[in-house]
């Protein structure tokens, strides 16, 4: 209790609830196109007046929730050397990395479906493949790329850690669930093997390419000018900095924003839940005056054909709240 850790600006909120019930002060690091920034995370260290220097970085690199960012290899290499120089573990908490896409949106897609390639395509490295020292404790998950409810995954630390992790397991979940444990055993050793589980993977990633693209060409339609945003080249979130206009500066903004966007009938969760600043954190980042809002979209569950209606709706809920003599918004919807 009373430690800090340094975190993404923007992150997983079941993290934050995490660090918060045990204690731990989350420390905002500033991030950019490609997620945390090296030179802000030195320079935190550097400058920090706490009782106790940090001692671990919590990020996820890859298809980061909510910002969709993702680290180049020489992004993840300077973070590491950051680690190194500073004496951070990092926790690397990754359940996207197979997620990973093509880096832009290609000229035209089907609606057919996503017809996947015999290619395999090159992933990005882990920070765990980079770790020379010991310092990497990486979390994975079958929750993104098999079925959410499976609530699965895998841990590659050193032993010494493991075994703490264990000892942690059996006195408080005891163990994850033995049926689904069996399941993705079955599955994954008898049915599909290596070569099954890749072709797995192959698909995935063309749906979600598909998906992306068309949900990113919608977006360039109906919200140009309304919000700015980074396309994700993993993962399945987009996350898009909304331009209030004029009410910018008004804390009524956003809160009239999400009200609006319910009566018009379109969901997208807004960037406080993902907020590692406030009154558990251990430090505030510099402002210049005017907040930035977000809102985070997820492009992986809803229907294809309700990406246009949907943000044809945004769009209209944005207008009204943006400019006193915009259009009124949206009707209710109907279904």
């Known amino acids: 209790p009373g430690d800090a850790?340094?975190?993404?600006?923007?992150?997983?909120?079941?993290?934050?609830?995490?660090?918060?019930?045990?204690?731990?002060?989350?420390?905002?690091?500033?991030?950019d196109g490609e997620g945390m920034i090296p030179?802000?995370?030195?320079?935190?260290?550097?400058?920090?007046?706490g009782a106790?220097?940090?001692?671990a970085i919590y990020l996820v690199p890859?298809?980061?929730?909510?910002?969709?960012?993702?680290m180049s290899l020489a992004r993840r290499k300077a973070i590491y050397a950051v680690a190194q120089k500073r004496n951070l573990a990092i926790i690397e908490d990754d359940p996207y990395y197979f997620l990973q896409l093509p880096p832009v949106p290609l000229p035209s897609h089907s609606r057919r479906g996503a017809e996947h390639s015999d290619q395999a395509q090159d992933l990005v490295p882990s920070l765990l493949s980079l770790d020379v020292d010991g310092r990497v404790i990486r979390l994975d998950s079958f929750s993104k790329i098999l079925a959410p409810n499976l609530r699965c995954?895998?841990?590659?630390?050193?032993?010494?850690?493991?075994?703490?992790?264990?000892?942690?397991?059996?006195?408080?979940?005891?163990?994850?669930?033995?049926?689904?444990?069996?399941?993705?055993?079955?599955?994954?050793?008898?049915?599909w093997g290596f070569d099954g589980w890749e072709a797995h993977l192959r698909e995935l990633r063309a749906v979600y390419t598909l998906r992306r693209n068309l949900f990113i060409q919608a977006v360039?339609?109906?919200?140009?000018?309304?919000?700015?945003?980074?396309?994700?080249?993993a993962g399945m979130f987009l996350w898009m900095k909304v331009n209030l206009g004029s009410a910018a500066a008004d804390p009524t903004a956003m809160p009239r924003l999400l009200g609006t966007m319910k009566k018009c009938g379109v969901m997208m969760a807004p960037d406080m839940p993902f907020s590692s600043t406030g009154p558990s954190a251990a430090m505030e980042p510099a402002t210049d005056g005017i907040p930035e809002r977000y809102l985070r979209a997820a492009f992986a569950l809803v229907d294809i054909d309700m990406f246009e209606p949907a943000l044809k709706r945004l769009a209209q809920a944005i207008a009204s709240v943006s400019d006193a003599h915009s259009a009124p918004a949206c009707p209710p919807a109907t279904s």
């Open 62 to 70: 890859t298809g980061q929730n909510p910002t969709g960012t993702t």
């Open 5 to 31: 850790i340094l975190v993404d600006r923007w992150t997983f909120p079941g993290a934050l609830s995490s660090l918060v019930s045990a204690k731990v002060l989350p420390a905002p690091v500033p991030m």
């Open 52 to 55: 106790a220097p940090p001692r």
């Open 220 to 233: 360039d339609r109906h919200l140009a000018g309304l919000v700015e945003y980074t396309v994700p080249t």
């Open 39 to 49: 030179e802000a995370l030195d320079s935190i260290c550097q400058t920090w007046s």
């Open 153 to 191: 995954g895998w841990i590659t630390a050193p032993t010494y850690i493991l075994d703490k992790i264990q000892i942690l397991n059996e006195s408080t979940i005891l163990q994850p669930s033995g049926l689904s444990q069996g399941l993705i055993s079955k599955l994954l050793n008898d049915t």
